[in-house]
């Protein structure tokens, strides 16, 4: 655990510098100079983008995930032959994708056409940012699985999004057109996959050999049955992830998915501390199958639980408390109107409940996943879950607007990770809860509180007359909220990890100051 601590933190804490580099830019930038329609667009080619290199990978990412530690205990480093495999069978896949994707065109043209004219007059761009982004996912996994995560980290959040502003600043400054920013954008991931390869070449770990590895004569079968079923664990994965903004692109235009993904971009913190947890963990997890360690699992499965509750929690809480100032550095004429920030923010209470919902029940579905018993499980309960998200967000999109498309993955969190952490129970015995767990939320519903007396006494009695002077004000609430939340889970002991941590920090404090001191 000491190694998910380390590297969480290192990542973590260069994803929440990317996200402040995307706040910049989503704040600043684009909502004055971009419209929605265009905003929505670059979105929906990341989620389109997603869907098409998950069908081409044929589940080479989570191959990489499970197999990577046996090659690296049983081969040396240049006889690995995994990461051929992972770009000949992911390059096949692509090109038979990316076929079946010119043959459909028609179809597509036709379901966007009318709500999103933008999305088609851009779509012969498509097969390059696809691409670039497949070679991007694949030696990310290898990056991930060799524990350079804090690489990875700063690749996908400061590099992708510094990439953004600029191309959102060259825009601003009439330097380029839209289709300007548009071929700029399709440079983008090739860049990434480019440096993710440089750095392991730089370690010595970047080799494609042609020969095929007794290793591999051993085990094939096993990787390719695994293969197909964590394929179509993946496939609707990023269906579950990304249906909600092709199905309102679709019904209600690209200017409404642009503003559903503002919803999903201020609340996206709440899971920069899982999406780094996870990818440590992983390995973890996978390794500890391997040996059957189920004890060493349940560790995970409890620690992780304990601190994404805490970290992932307390993100929500500020960023909830603090709804209505962030919106409000927005501009009206980009959303549109009151009315629609209104619909806004009950967007973001609801899809941060659902995000609640998955990091309190941890890492259940990569424990399932890197099973050799129980991987089918939660396969067979993503199909069921991608079949019934498809209809609901079909229903509620068409009654509720963008709120139904959050009303529907609240539902579909509650009923997958519900299913999934009662089966482990009921097979392993384990659960990712403790006495600590729910102490915690004992401290968020206090912290609840507080705000709300904070609100009467204090903060509604505070206008704004400019953005500066709103985001001093949204700086110092969470700087109290924080001064309370933090002591609080030291002195309860909540978490041994983040009592180590801040334990840690105060210690450099000290050091720095005491240095700082002596030199005067």
């Known amino acids: 655990m000491g190694i998910i601590k380390s590297q969480s933190i290192k990542s973590t804490i260069i994803t929440y510098i990317g996200f402040a580099i995307g706040a910049i830019n989503m704040l600043f930038v684009m909502p004055h100079f971009f419209s929605k329609e265009q905003y929505g667009l670059l979105t929906v080619f990341v989620a389109f983008a997603n869907q098409v290199v998950t069908f081409g990978s044929i589940g080479m990412a989570t191959v990489t995930n499970k197999f990577l530690p046996y090659y690296r205990a049983h081969l040396v480093p240049a006889k690995r032959d995994l990461l051929t495999i992972a770009l000949i069978v992911g390059t096949i896949g692509m090109l038979i994708v990316l076929g079946l994707f010119y043959l459909n065109n028609g179809l597509i043209i036709r379901k966007f056409s009318k709500n999103a004219p933008l999305f088609i007059e851009y779509l012969y761009l498509f097969p390059i940012f696809s691409t670039g982004y497949f070679y991007y996912y694949v030696f990310e996994s290898f990056n991930?699985?060799?524990?350079?995560?804090?690489?990875?980290?700063?690749?996908?959040?400061?590099?992708?999004?510094?990439?953004?502003?600029?191309?959102?600043?060259?825009?601003?400054?009439?330097?380029?057109?839209?289709?300007?920013?548009?071929?700029?954008?399709?440079?983008?991931?090739?860049?990434?996959?480019?440096?993710?390869?440089?750095?392991?070449?730089?370690?010595?770990?970047?080799?494609?050999?042609?020969?095929?590895?007794?290793?591999?004569?051993?085990?094939?079968?096993?990787?390719?049955?695994?293969?197909?079923?964590?394929?179509?664990?993946?496939?609707?994965?990023?269906?579950?992830?990304?249906?909600?903004?092709?199905?309102?692109?679709?019904?209600?235009?690209?200017?409404?998915?642009?503003?559903?993904?503002?919803?999903?971009?201020?609340?996206?913190?709440?899971?920069?501390?899982?999406?780094?947890?996870?990818?440590?963990?992983?390995?973890?997890?996978?390794?500890?199958?391997?040996?059957?360690?189920?004890?060493?699992?349940?560790?995970?499965?409890?620690?992780?639980?304990?601190?994404?509750?805490?970290?992932c929690g307390f993100v929500f809480y500020l960023i909830w408390v603090n709804t209505t100032d962030i919106l409000s550095l927005i501009p009206l004429k980009f959303i549109g109107s009151q009315d629609i920030v209104n619909v806004t923010k009950n967007v973001i209470l609801i899809l941060g409940i659902a995000r609640a919902i998955d990091f309190s029940t941890s890492v259940n579905a990569y424990i399932l996943q890197n099973s050799r018993k129980y991987y089918w499980v939660d396969l067979s309960c993503n199909i069921v879950n991608v079949i019934l998200l498809i209809p609901l967000n079909y229903i509620l999109i068409k009654n509720f607007g963008i709120v139904g498309a959050a009303m529907s993955i609240f539902a579909s969190s509650l009923m997958s990770n519900g299913f999934k952490a009662t089966y482990l129970y009921a097979k392993e015995h384990i659960h990712?809860?403790?006495?600590?767990?729910?102490?915690?939320?004992?401290?968020?519903?206090?912290?609840?509180?507080?705000?709300?007396?904070?609100?009467?006494?204090?903060?509604?009695?505070?206008?704004?007359?400019?953005?500066?002077?709103?985001?001093?004000?949204?700086?110092?609430?969470?700087?109290?909220?924080?001064?309370?939340?933090?002591?609080?889970?030291?002195?309860?002991?909540?978490?041994?990890?983040?009592?180590?941590?801040?334990?840690?920090?105060?210690?450099?404090?000290?050091?720095?100051?005491?240095?700082?001191?002596?030199?005067?």
């Open 432 to 520: 990712p809860f403790s006495n600590k767990w729910f102490v915690s939320i004992v401290i968020f519903s206090a912290m609840l509180l507080l705000n709300y007396v904070l609100n009467l006494l204090i903060f509604n009695h505070l206008q704004p007359s400019s953005e500066v002077m709103l985001l001093i004000k949204i700086s110092i609430k969470s700087i109290v909220l924080t001064a309370v939340f933090i002591p609080l889970i030291y002195v309860f002991k909540i978490s041994d990890d983040i009592n180590i941590t801040i334990i840690s920090i105060i210690s450099k404090l000290k050091k720095v100051i005491e240095g700082f001191i002596f030199r005067k």
């Open 144 to 311: 991930n699985n060799y524990r350079f995560t804090v690489w990875g980290a700063f690749v996908r959040e400061i590099f992708y999004k510094s990439f953004n502003l600029f191309a959102a600043i060259f825009f601003a400054f009439k330097w380029v057109n839209f289709k300007g920013v548009m071929n700029i954008y399709m440079l983008m991931y090739w860049l990434g996959a480019l440096l993710l390869a440089t750095n392991l070449s730089l370690n010595k770990l970047l080799h494609v050999p042609l020969t095929i590895s007794k290793l591999t004569k051993r085990i094939w079968r096993n990787m390719a049955q695994y293969s197909v079923s964590s394929w179509g664990i993946s496939i609707l994965g990023v269906t579950f992830q990304f249906i909600d903004t092709f199905a309102i692109a679709g019904l209600m235009g690209l200017g409404s998915a642009g503003v559903y993904s503002i919803a999903k971009l201020i609340i996206s913190p709440v899971v920069i501390p899982s999406g780094s947890v996870v990818t440590i963990s992983v390995p973890l997890i996978s390794d500890a199958w391997r040996r059957n360690d189920l004890a060493k699992i349940e560790e995970i499965y409890k620690k992780t639980a304990l601190v994404l509750l805490i970290i």
